[in-house]
């Protein structure tokens, strides 16, 4: 078997740059909704109440969510079957189009109700494109990693995340330096769409250069059918892995768009502070989250990756309500960065490692439709009805209640992660490894060694 970490070190970190570069851009074109529609909103959306149409861009990105388990099971079986490589490439296709779409849409007031309509069917794309992404970069950097720093290789799926979010925040703040207000609502929001859909093409043909991954290339060579490889039916085989990938996402899911795609809308209505203001906050905030997740990631290599989990859960479900209570109270720029800055270290010790725990549960041939699927079910079930949940609350009158359905959500994850076993200690990547270089070879007299022990399923 060829395998790519022949190369040593410097080949792993290439393959890790290269994808982690066009997870970058994937999810620039996600989060640039979220960033812009304070902006958007009223283009597709007839006139009225501001919180009112910021529900309704809200409710079009919680539908895009329901997507990402169609793109999770189509791109994790296309990813298991075909490579982590073909998957990855389609995937930014797809998103290149979205992207394109919503910036040529033409507003409401030019076409009535077939704007909100275009804008619906754009964003399905995309959630069908972060839905297959999400499964296939997590696998392919958990699985190119060094034995001992898979940890630390595999956060940059969550570094080049929220990277993708922090780009769409800096291509904000840069043309609100150049942009009135009238034209960043008139049209100026949708050149960060442009620039997303072109850098989605960059990505496209740049990925199709990068290395398939050693794991993958040895699965494909076993003596087996294709059909084995990213079936439905394989992956019922493994139910126990399946339900600890929704517990162990649902609080931290749900946190996370808390603390990040939400937080600039909090700080807005409810805080008092100018979009400006909470735009550099955001910035800054996610630019020190960035720079924790390798940090953490190598840590967890260290002491393992259910330390940090429980971690998480326990200050998540004990801050988040006086964090987010104290946050609403304050008009001072510096004290709301505090306070963000504190809830994104909190969920540092869930997302520098939750790729690589449910990578590690499961083997090679179902382990993109394994990590995806489940995931993006509970994504789309909880994290992608966050931000809608609390703007129907804040209208409501009833704010405060979104705090403690948050705090609740981490707690049911806190209980997963005191009960399920240390992933780094069992991980069916390194079994696999192991297993491929005790294979038999053949002698020169051909005289076979002895066969490698059989993997079984991790329980």
């Keep these: ?270 805080s008092g502070i100018s979009k400006p203001t909470a735009a550099w906050i955001n910035f800054a905030a996610l630019l020190v989250f960035v720079v924790l997740q390798p940090i953490a990631g190598a840590l967890s290599d260290r002491i393992g990756r259910r330390k940090l989990l429980i971690t998480f859960g326990v200050l998540g479900t004990l801050g988040t309500v006086p964090l987010m209570t104290l946050l609403g109270d304050t008009r001072n720029p510096f004290a709301a960065f505090a306070l963000m800055l504190t809830a994104l270290v909190i969920i540092t010790g869930y997302t520098s490692i939750n790729a690589i725990v449910k990578a590690e549960l499961f083997p090679t041939r179902i382990r993109a439709l394994g990590v995806g699927l489940p995931y993006a079910l509970t994504v789309a079930i909880f994290g992608g009805t966050a931000e809608m949940i609390a703007l129907a609350l804040k209208k409501a009158g009833h704010e405060s209640l979104y705090f403690w359905y948050v705090s609740a959500c981490v707690l049911i994850s806190l209980v997963t992660y005191f009960f399920m076993r240390e992933t780094s200690a069992a991980s069916t990547i390194d079994a696999e490894d192991n297993s491929a270089a005790a294979e038999p070879e053949t002698t020169v007299s051909g005289a076979v060694s002895e066969p490698a022990p059989k993997l079984t399923p991790a329980r």
Excluded at 153 to 176: I, K, P, R
Excluded at 250 to 258: D, E, I, K, P, W
């Design 1 to 270: 078997m060829t395998d790519i970490k022949l190369g040593g070190e410097r080949r792993v970190v290439a393959n890790v740059l290269r994808g982690s570069i066009g997870n970058l851009v994937e999810w620039y074109d996600w989060y640039v909704y979220a960033a812009f529609s304070v902006y958007f909103a009223k283009s597709f959306f007839p006139d009225g109440d501001p919180t009112a149409q910021l529900l309704s861009t809200a409710a079009v990105f919680a539908v895009g969510f329901l997507m990402r388990p169609i793109g999770g099971w189509a791109l994790g079986r296309y990813a298991d079957r075909f490579g982590r490589r073909a998957a990855l490439t389609l995937s930014v296709t797809v998103m290149a189009a979205g992207s394109l779409i919503i910036a040529a849409t033409p507003s409401y007031a030019t076409i009535g109700l077939a704007a909100p309509v275009i804008l619906l069917l754009a964003r399905l794309l995309q959630g069908l494109s972060v839905g297959g992404e999400y499964a296939t970069s997590a696998t392919y950097l958990s699985e190119v990693a060094s034995a001992g720093k898979r940890g630390f290789y595999s956060s940059f799926q969550y570094v080049t995340l929220v990277a993708g979010q922090l780009t769409a925040l800096g291509v904000q703040l840069v043309l609100l330096q150049f942009l009135s207000s009238a034209q960043m609502y008139s049209w100026g929001w949708r050149i960060p769409f442009l620039i997303g859909a072109f850098g989605a093409i960059v990505v496209m043909l740049l990925r199709r250069g990068m290395d398939e991954s050693a794991s993958f290339r040895a699965e494909s060579a076993a003596p087996q059918t294709k059909s084995n490889r990213g079936s439905l039916r394989v992956l019922l085989q493994y139910p126990r892995e399946c339900l600890l990938v929704v517990g162990l996402t649902l609080g931290g899911t749900v946190a996370f768009y808390t603390y990040t795609t939400y937080m600039q809308k909090y700080m807005v209505n409810t």
